[in-house]
């Protein structure tokens, strides 16, 4: 069973940067897709960013393009979010997913390339 912990959120000024951290276990970690949503106050989880099995192809929400970037360690089962210029609008808590498969299916709604599985999320707080 794949079990996901995230951490690295915090209270940061706009401007400011962050870097989230999600370790991953219960399946070989590198066979899989992995991803970040996030969940604002009252607002349904979006998607934010998707990675594929190697690294070599990533994805973004057009509301994060250029400002976050996805990477992963298949060493160390862990895969993370780098995020510049945070605006007050990123506060939110986020969350990593677990692929269904090595790709993400940008055909599809960005769901469904992930299992059903959470973790508690970290909170990103960004202040004006």
């Known amino acids: 069973q794949v079990q996901l912990v995230e951490s690295g959120g915090g209270p940061v000024q706009a401007g400011g940067s962050l870097r989230l951290s999600c370790a991953a276990s219960g399946r070989t970690f590198g066979s899989y897709a992995m991803g970040w949503f996030r969940q604002a106050p009252g607002k349904e989880r979006e998607f934010v960013a998707a990675i594929v099995w190697s690294g070599f192809s990533t994805y973004y929400a057009d509301s994060v393009k250029g400002r976050f970037t996805i990477s992963r360690d298949n060493a160390r089962n862990t895969v993370y979010l780098q995020m510049t210029s945070l605006k007050p609008a990123d506060t939110a808590v986020y969350y990593c997913?677990?692929?269904?498969?090595?790709?993400?299916?940008?055909?599809?709604?960005?769901?469904?390339?992930?299992?059903?599985?959470w973790g508690q999320g970290t909170l990103v707080s960004v202040s004006s």
């Open positions: 997913a677990a692929g269904k498969g090595p790709y993400y299916d940008t055909a599809t709604r960005p769901e469904w390339s992930f299992l059903e599985v």
